[in-house]
């Protein structure tokens, strides 16, 4: 999740309060205003106090929405965790017993100076079980690349197998091609905010394995079924 105050220590935080205010208090003590010829004239003590209270009331404030967001942040990649793990529990039992791995990403919106200029979707790891390397996690895949691209940009589930020539391995990069060159079998589904399809997803939920489709039934409607299940249940966490 993005934050657009930036980090300040707890420790710091009341330190830095508390010498703003002193700074402020002492100052409108012994500072004298100097005489204007205008009409009822702000003390310089009682301005310096009001800015003080507002950067005071800011450092607060950004320390308990930090504070907030983090326990936030926590709470949801711990159920998205424990959502994943029990995915891939159920998916071996009831479908088939294989090496699987799985992963959510979420949508960032960018824009895309062209013309006419347009803001352009690109989905981004948020929570991954299964050993995934560090160079896929830092992977961003636009809307329409790959298999979870695809599914997001046409909003349907969408399957890739290994053994069939078709565009969804082209559409990567050569990068995200070498990278992803182990994975033989994924299968994506949109995530919709509230489980509500009838709007736009929010992000996808993919299952991927470096064993073939024919074993890991990734292409079977019951496949699609348990997974759209899940997406429904982690569409209402991250929405």
């Not at 310096?48 to 929405?65: E, P, R």
């Not at 949109?190 to 993919?206: A, H, K, N, Q, T």
Request: aromatic share 8%.
């Amino acid at each position: 999740m993005e934050r657009w105050i930036p980090y300040i220590p707890p420790g710091w935080a009341v330190i830095l309060d508390g010498v703003i205010t002193a700074i402020a208090v002492g100052v409108s003590l012994y500072i004298q205003n100097p005489s204007q010829k205008l009409i009822r004239p702000v003390p310089i003590g009682v301005t310096l106090v009001v800015v003080a209270f507002l950067i005071s009331s800011l450092v607060s404030y950004a320390t308990q929405y930090q504070a907030t967001m983090r326990v936030q942040e926590d709470t949801q990649r711990t159920i998205l965790d424990i959502a994943l793990e029990q995915l891939l529990s159920k998916y071996r039992d009831e479908i088939a017993d294989c090496d699987l791995r799985a992963n959510v990403m979420l949508v960032n919106h960018r824009w895309e100076f062209a013309i006419p200029p347009h803001r352009k979707r690109y989905l981004n790891f948020q929570e991954t079980h299964g050993g995934y390397s560090e160079a896929e996690l830092e992977q961003e895949y636009p809307s329409g690349a790959g298999c979870a691209g695809t599914a997001l940009e046409n909003d349907n589930p969408t399957y890739y197998d290994s053994q069939q020539r078709d565009g969804l391995s082209r559409s990567l990069s050569h990068t995200q091609q070498e990278i992803t060159s182990h994975v033989n079998s994924i299968l994506s589904v949109p995530i919709y905010p509230d489980s509500d399809p009838s709007r736009r997803p929010i992000g996808v939920l993919s299952i991927d394995s470096s064993g073939n489709i024919s074993d890991t039934k990734l292409d079977e409607e019951q496949a699609q079924r348990l997974m759209m299940k899940y997406a429904g249940v982690i569409g209402d966490v991250v929405s």
